[in-house]
């Protein structure tokens, strides 16, 4: 009588243990199957171009497209570049951040048009010694009409597409335009004036977290941290998002002008309107 006692309860136990350890060897087979979430980073280390922008608007949709993807980090060093490519980065990640955390990491510039991307996410980082702000636009003015007698044109701007009051009309509506994504990116955290804001200053990180501008120091580590905890994961995966949808290693393609001896300037190489930092005039044509 003993023994049957005993061996119904080491039967009892054995299933005892057998519905404890079963699910969790199923649990934990199962989590091998079940994709690690990530958090996405995209870099930009240049200049705000038709190209970088095509790159970062393809690395934006992968995230928005890929469930699996929970969070995005943009590593930002950029003196910013066209309004055109830059409102329309600006854009996608307005439609990606309905969707999903995007954050800001200011690795040396966000300026300009750079600064311009970085009120468009939720949250900013940068380092002290970043360069932060430089907000506002600019442009070369159109020449006056001329005539040529060798050349006939239909209209008095058709050369030179508008006059120039059209054009410091339009740079002004575009300063406006700049400066009111600042205080929608940025509300109640901005500690300065608008009229402070339009002066085109760049400030360090450092200044720029006292003003407002900013949300925070920190490094990319950190970036990607607290992009985690705003997208609510734990045990998650860091991906560069460029391989990830297909595009080449970066090919530098030059947006700034060369003089005869070779020498990049700081100036666009095609005419336009830009929310662009330039850091010295030498080498104007």
């Known amino acids: 009588?003993?023994?049957?006692?005993?061996?119904?309860?080491?039967?009892?136990?054995?299933?005892?243990?057998?519905?404890?350890?079963?699910?969790?060897?199923?649990?934990?087979?199962?989590?091998?199957?079940?994709?690690?979430?990530?958090?996405?980073?995209?870099?930009?280390?240049?200049?705000?171009?038709?190209?970088?922008?095509?790159?970062?608007?393809?690395?934006?949709?992968?995230?928005?497209?890929?469930?699996?993807?929970?969070?995005?980090?943009?590593?930002?060093?950029?003196?910013?570049?066209?309004?055109?490519?830059?409102?329309?980065?600006?854009?996608?990640?307005?439609?990606?951040?309905?969707?999903?955390?995007?954050?800001?990491?200011?690795?040396?510039?966000?300026?300009?048009?750079g600064y311009y991307l970085a009120v468009g996410t939720d949250y900013i980082f940068s380092e002290p010694s970043s360069s932060v702000g430089n907000v506002g636009v600019w442009s070369y003015l159109p020449s006056s009409p001329v005539v040529f007698e060798e050349l006939y044109s239909t209209g008095p701007y058709k050369l030179w597409g508008s006059s120039r009051d059209q054009t410091i009309r339009e740079i002004e509506m575009l300063k406006q335009g700049f400066l009111q994504a600042v205080l929608k990116g940025r509300g109640k955290k901005l500690k300065v004036s608008g009229e402070v804001i339009l002066r085109g200053q760049i400030?360090?990180?450092?200044?720029?977290?006292?003003?407002?501008?900013?949300?925070?120091?920190?490094?990319?580590?950190?970036?990607?941290?607290?992009?985690?905890?705003?997208?609510?994961?734990?045990?998650?995966?860091?991906?560069?998002?460029?391989?990830?949808?297909?595009l080449p290693e970066v090919t530098t393609i030059s947006f700034f002008q060369f003089t005869e001896d070779g020498t990049m300037t700081t100036l666009p190489n095609k005419p336009g309107i830009y929310y662009l930092y330039i850091p010295q005039m030498e080498g104007r044509p």
């Open 203 to 246: 400030w360090t990180g450092t200044d720029a977290l006292r003003m407002g501008l900013i949300d925070e120091i920190g490094s990319q580590t950190a970036a990607i941290s607290k992009a985690a905890e705003l997208a609510r994961i734990s045990h998650y995966k860091v991906e560069d998002l460029r391989p990830l949808s297909g």
């Open 1 to 113: 009588m003993e023994s049957e006692t005993k061996r119904s309860s080491q039967w009892t136990l054995s299933l005892v243990l057998l519905f404890i350890i079963l699910p969790l060897v199923v649990g934990i087979g199962l989590s091998f199957l079940i994709p690690r979430p990530v958090v996405g980073v995209i870099y930009l280390d240049d200049a705000i171009s038709s190209y970088t922008a095509r790159d970062m608007i393809t690395q934006i949709h992968y995230a928005r497209d890929h469930p699996n993807i929970r969070a995005v980090v943009l590593v930002m060093n950029s003196p910013g570049g066209t309004v055109t490519d830059t409102e329309s980065v600006y854009l996608e990640l307005s439609r990606l951040r309905e969707v999903k955390p995007v954050l800001m990491m200011i690795e040396g510039m966000a300026a300009s048009g």
